[in-house]
């Protein structure tokens, strides 16, 4: 059983510290949002193609009732 003060010790306490200047900082936020504003877009372009996807199909089938339905309507009438 491990107490607290052994996994004290058995872990480091430490992390890797990078240092950059502000110049180096500046261009890394600008990659990294151009990043982001590049998969916004592209996530964009993707969700209007499923929309139109989506709403062609509906409409062909709303066509594909409407039609079902006149037929209906025509053999009832008969």
Do not use: G, W
Request: hydrophobic share 30%.
């Amino acid at each position: 059983m491990y107490s607290m003060f052994d996994l004290l010790f058995e872990t480091p306490s430490y992390r890797p510290v990078y240092v950059i200047s502000d110049s180096e900082m500046k261009e890394l936020k600008k990659n990294q949002h151009q990043e982001e504003l590049d998969e916004i877009k592209t996530q964009k372009v993707r969700l209007e193609d499923a929309f139109k996807a989506q709403l062609k199909h509906l409409e062909e089938r709303e066509k594909e009732v409407k039609k079902e339905l006149k037929v209906l309507s025509a053999s009832k009438d008969k």
